[in-house]
């Protein structure tokens, strides 16, 4: 059984690298979820972005350095818990709309150093009204045997085959970014179908879709192409990406180019699906 805490202690020592916690909020496009909506600002972490789904309306919560409604009461071992383990401070599951599912990859490291990084940022008040969830899919406790089938609690393993470019480039998308998490259809319990990892689907929300990020799709695509994409927008045929990808691109371009170019080689080799 996976344990459902990370505790202070098994953390040890660590210095916060703030600039490295900035690159991992980008890389994983906190934002784009969880500033308050309407406003240009992307350091007001305030939450309350309403996300639909085929289980009800989830609305994505405050985050910023708020001692009261947001995250400026957790302790760090809290913080990596709920990113890894998809617990609350309370004990509570929280319901994967959360992508902790990719995120239990990353590095502890990174994740120490984002939340040194959050500390930072303005403290927003308000607390974020509830979930509108049908029932079942509104009791937390089922979401305890949810995890049991599909969270494994696996941090990333590079693979020694590859190269080094490869191996950043399958953590950022499969971690931090969490790519899969939008690019793959999902089963009726809400859960990535892993033989369609990458091979698009419906939106989440039900309006349109979202693209074959495979060999399917991007067969003719260079991995230049793909960095560039994740820096300006736009594609090889020179349309530009909107939607939600806009706001993707919107976070990948801070990255570095090594970090973009990482990211366009492990999606070139994925297979076809």
């Avoid at 344990?3 to 906190?30: D, K, M, Q």
């Avoid at 995250?71 to 818990?81: H, L, P």
Wanted: charged share 20%; aromatic share 8%; glycine share 10%.
């Amino acid at each position: 059984t996976i344990p459902r805490t990370v505790s202070a202690s098994a953390l040890g020592p660590h210095t916060p690298n703030i600039e490295n916690g900035r690159l991992v909020f980008y890389a994983g496009g906190c934002a784009s979820c969880h500033a308050v909506p309407k406003q240009k600002d992307e350091t007001k972490l305030g939450g309350g972005l309403a996300l639909r789904s085929p289980f009800g309306t989830f609305y994505v919560p405050n985050i910023s350095s708020d001692p009261n409604d947001g995250i400026g009461g957790w302790t760090e071992a809290q913080f990596v818990t709920a990113l890894t383990k998809g617990t609350s401070p309370q004990g509570e599951h929280l319901f994967p709309a959360f992508p902790y599912t990719s995120y239990q990859h990353a590095s502890v490291g990174d994740l120490r150093d984002l939340f040194a990084f959050l500390k930072t940022l303005p403290a927003v008040s308000g607390k974020v009204r509830a979930h509108d969830l049908r029932f079942p899919f509104n009791i937390r406790r089922a979401v305890g045997l949810w995890k049991l089938l599909f969270l494994d609690g696996e941090p990333f393993k590079p693979d020694p085959s590859k190269s080094a470019q490869w191996n950043r480039g399958a953590y950022l998308t499969n971690a931090l970014a969490h790519c899969a998490e939008c690019h793959s259809p999902r089963n009726a319990l809400g859960a990535i179908v892993e033989s369609k990892r990458f091979a698009g689907g419906p939106a989440p929300d039900g309006n349109g879709g979202v693209p074959n990020i495979t060999a399917t799709k991007l067969k003719d695509w260079k991995v230049e192409d793909i960095a560039f994409m994740l820096e300006d927008g736009q594609t090889p045929d020179s349309d530009r990406v909107g939607g939600s990808m806009g706001e993707v691109v919107r976070n990948t371009a801070h990255l570095s180019k090594d970090d973009r170019l990482a990211i366009g080689e492990y999606i070139k080799s994925l297979p076809p699906r």
